[in-house]
């Protein structure tokens, strides 16, 4: 998680990836969040089903590339949306200096069929792993040279959405999408963020509460990611 609640917790931004468990026998899903300067009452989330184990032998990248011009989330390498900031957005794409965060928390109040399915804590101690952290970025309190550090982000490779990563991450989305808030027409009413330009069907493969009516089907096989993507 990147956020600055700590510092402006009425006016918070916030980029996170969440993992969300499920019952037994069901896969698990991942909730992409994307909140600027407390918007988190138009929050721009977005679920998927998740195509990874995270809770066996072995290691999941997650990844968030965040400049000015656009927000980029990546799992295991792939792209799997990106946001692009329009002015129309004003406050809500995220500004200020962020730092980063990890927990474990009770979410089950909805992420669990709308909160039918409560966590059981007679399997707790819950417990997550994290390695290999990288960041890269400028630092907001001692940035020499502040537009060459931007530059820097704006041309590092994993800002710049290269025609086959688009592809991959469209190739992601129409697989793995379950939710999106930019079709969400029972919370958000006749409202159109107007950075939700990248669903070429329209509203019509979607449920007003912004669920698809495709029936997502799970896959074992790993993400596929190449140099060519670069």
């Not at 992420?111 to 792993?129: H, L, M, N």
């Not at 040279?145 to 994993?158: A, I, R, S, W, Y």
């Not at 939710?179 to 509203?203: H, S």
Request: aromatic fraction near 12%; charged fraction near 25%; proline fraction near 6%.
């Amino acid at each position: 998680m990147l956020s600055n609640w700590d510092e402006y917790p009425k006016n918070h931004d916030e980029l996170d990836f969440e993992l969300l468990g499920n019952r037994r026998g069901h896969g698990w899903r991942v909730q992409t969040n994307m909140y600027g300067n407390g918007s988190t009452a138009r929050g721009r989330e977005e679920r998927y089903h998740l195509p990874v184990e995270p809770t066996v032998a072995g290691v999941h990248r997650y990844a968030i590339a965040w400049t000015p011009n656009n927000i980029v989330f990546y799992l295991d390498g792939v792209p799997i949306r990106e946001v692009v900031c329009v002015p129309s957005m004003g406050g809500d794409f995220p500004s200020k200096p962020m730092s980063v965060y990890a927990t474990i928390w009770d979410g089950s109040a909805w992420a669990t069929d709308g909160g039918k399915y409560k966590v059981d804590y007679a399997y707790a101690p819950f417990a997550a792993e994290f390695s290999d952290l990288v960041l890269s970025g400028c630092d907001a309190s001692s940035v020499a040279d502040p537009e060459g550090c931007q530059v820097d982000l704006l041309t590092h490779d994993v800002a710049v959405m290269a025609p086959a990563k688009r592809a991959a991450m469209r190739g992601f989305r129409e697989q793995y999408l379950t939710y999106t808030a930019c079709r969400d027409r029972v919370r958000y009413k006749t409202t159109v963020f107007p950075e939700c330009d990248d669903l070429a069907d329209g509203d019509s493969s979607f449920h007003l509460w912004g669920e698809s009516k495709k029936r997502r089907r799970r896959s074992s096989s790993p993400l596929q990611y190449s140099s060519s993507m670069q």
